[in-house]
């Protein structure tokens, strides 16, 4: 069983990554080279800033030290949403879970995340957001006239 999990870790299509609790990464599957188009060998052991965007870095960190401070986060369930960053600069729109990692002690050893892009769908909503508000507009502008 051991090495089904270590398959479905490996090739999910979904970015799955671990970082430690300075925010390191010390996972980094197949799904998250395709996403972020780092190799594991120039992802493993850097910092989690390799796919932050750099104007949300300060939040995400403040973030980040609060919950291996507390060993406790309030997005236990659900999906979280952000952007992030490609090797080669470009922003990626990502939703994701978190799962807080124990050791066998019971002591916090960091997070892992499963990641996937959801560029597509975010860039096609704004586009029928902006159609609506034009539309909106123009029935405004009928019943105005």
């Avoid at 060998?41 to 995400?60: F, T, V």
């Avoid at 019971?106 to 995340?113: D, E, I, N």
Wanted: proline share 3%; hydrophobic share 40%; glycine share 8%.
């Amino acid at each position: 069983m051991d090495n089904l999990l270590q398959q479905l870790l490996d090739d999910s299509p979904d970015a799955i990554l671990v970082s430690d609790r300075e925010g390191l990464i010390r996972y980094w599957n197949r799904g998250a080279e395709l996403m972020f188009g780092h190799a594991p060998q120039e992802a493993l052991g850097k910092s989690l800033d390799l796919i932050i965007p750099e104007n949300l870095r300060a939040r995400h960190w403040e973030g980040y030290w609060r919950v291996m401070a507390s060993g406790e986060t309030k997005y236990k369930t659900g999906l979280l949403s952000s952007p992030g960053i490609r090797k080669d600069g470009s922003r990626v729109s990502l939703e994701f879970s978190m799962v807080l990692l124990r050791d066998a002690a019971g002591q916090l050893y960091g997070c892992a995340s499963v990641m996937r892009d959801v560029t597509q769908r975010w860039q096609q909503e704004k586009q029928l957001k902006e159609r609506l508000v034009a539309c909106e507009a123009k029935l405004a502008e009928a019943a105005s006239a």
